[in-house]
């Protein structure tokens, strides 16, 4: 079958310029050169594709979904809006699609109250490797359902409190408290919870956004020099008109208690769309600066809650303080496992809490090896500690990682693929079922 004729061959791109524009993705890191872009206005058109390649073994050939390519999650947020409701569960970043945070879990400060955004899908329509298109939900065609979920309100203003720990333990701790509180009926439960490290890279702010006023950088910085680590608890209550008078009632109760540091408290208010966007002002700030297209050789990790002071003491005061590369934010923070609907293809530790861990690293063009160096070290430490780390957007590169990584779960996400992609076409450049 020749393709042009194809009703989607005017969708079709072999120019340079669409293939290299495709060929790689935000890290900077990997590249894959496509030998053509799809650009479909219908999910018609993708299913053509598809078929065409499940059909027809003369023209086989493997299909990958372009990141940021169609409706991002920003969309979601300002429809809704319209109407004053929310989604009650985000990533940290909106300028992502749909589609791309629903295939790997998504996370952030939320997850801990309301589960991943995997968690909060009631129905989606779905095209599967042989070309179906099909609507799934629990109820409906749920094995797909399942199998495709991380397969690879009425709010006004958010209080936003910020405080800073020495001590690894009690900032952990502190910060298990608090998620344990999560569905109780006092209202002393929060909206979000993120922790963070800082460390000596000047302002205690970072890409990001930025939080603390410049009078209490001197202070904070020292702190830093003195302890070489500081631990930061972010948490997040949101109000309303309705509630606003109470609100300050309510964060004093919920930070009673901890075991933060005298004096270092930070507090401030925002609108609840800034709250959501605020990552997007630090991107848009690089980018002018010509700093935001350069290597991002990022590592995320789950790590059992039994084992997160092993890794605090082996990686965060070992191997990174050693290695002293650390550009970019360091995010720790708990969730809790009952959050997550086990049937998903979702792989976490086998644990009822256990921490995200996230290194955002950013790099020059010519020295990410550094950095993919030690996050190498990290995952050789884990492995030496017998601590069970868990890749979140994981990249491995042969099976036996692959089938290491799934776990329990290997089986049945082998039997999903089986089923609804048979011929193997569908995100060939992962390799989790070959090494090609």
């Not at 340079?16 to 590249?31: C, L, M, R």
């Not at 629903?102 to 309301?114: C, D, H, K, M, V």
């Not at 644990?351 to 990290?378: C, P």
């Amino acid at each position: 079958m020749d393709i042009k004729a194809l009703d989607i061959s005017a969708k079709l791109s072999v120019d340079a310029s669409a293939t290299e524009a495709a060929s790689q993705d935000f890290g900077h890191i990997v590249k894959a050169v496509p030998k053509a872009v799809l650009h479909p206005s219908t999910p018609q058109g993708i299913a053509a594709l598809i078929k065409l390649s499940y059909y027809y073994s003369s023209v086989r050939f493997g299909i990958a979904a372009k990141g940021q390519g169609h409706s991002l999650w920003i969309d979601v947020l300002n429809k809704t809006l319209e109407h004053g409701l929310a989604p009650v569960s985000w990533a940290d970043y909106l300028y992502l699609t749909v589609g791309g945070t629903l295939s790997n879990a998504g996370i952030s400060g939320q997850t801990f109250r309301y589960g991943p955004q995997i968690s909060n899908v009631l129905e989606m329509d779905v095209i599967t490797g042989k070309a179906d298109l099909m609507t799934c939900s629990p109820m409906k065609n749920s094995e797909l359902f399942y199998a495709v979920l991380r397969g690879l309100g009425q709010f006004g203003i958010v209080n936003w409190i910020r405080v800073i720990y020495s001590d690894f333990s009690s900032f952990t701790g502190d910060q298990e408290l608090l998620i344990s509180r999560n569905g109780r009926k006092d209202n002393n439960a929060l909206d979000y919870l993120e922790g963070s490290l800082l460390m000596d890279q000047g302002s205690p702010d970072n890409w990001r956004f930025s939080f603390f006023q410049h009078l209490d950088h001197p202070r904070i910085i020292s702190l830093i020099t003195e302890h070489r680590i500081i631990y930061c608890l972010e948490v997040v209550k949101h109000y309303n008109d309705q509630t606003k008078n109470s609100v300050d009632k309510v964060m004093k109760q919920i930070l009673q208690g901890l075991s933060y540091m005298p004096g270092f408290m930070f507090q401030k208010e925002a609108g609840y769309e800034e709250f959501l966007t605020r990552v997007r002002s630090g991107e848009l700030k690089l980018e002018s600066q010509g700093l935001w297209e350069v290597p991002h050789p990022w590592l995320n990790l789950f790590i059992p809650k039994s084992q997160i002071l092993d890794f605090n003491d082996g990686v965060f005061r070992g191997i990174v303080l050693e290695q002293n590369i650390t550009t970019g934010p360091v995010l720790v923070y708990p969730m809790n496992r009952q959050k997550w609907d086990k049937r998903m293809s979702a792989v976490i530790p086998d644990e009822e809490i256990f921490y995200t861990v996230g290194f955002l690293h950013s790099s020059g063009l010519n020295d990410w090896g550094a950095f993919e160096y030690q996050n190498k070290e990290i995952m050789r430490f884990c492995k030496k500690a017998g601590i069970m780390a868990k890749q979140y957007l994981p990249h491995y590169s042969t099976i036996d990682e692959w089938v290491h990584h799934f776990g329990s779960k290997r089986k049945i996400f082998q039997q999903r693929k089986l089923q609804f992609d048979p011929r193997m076409l569908l995100s060939p450049g992962q390799n989790i079922f070959n090494n090609n």
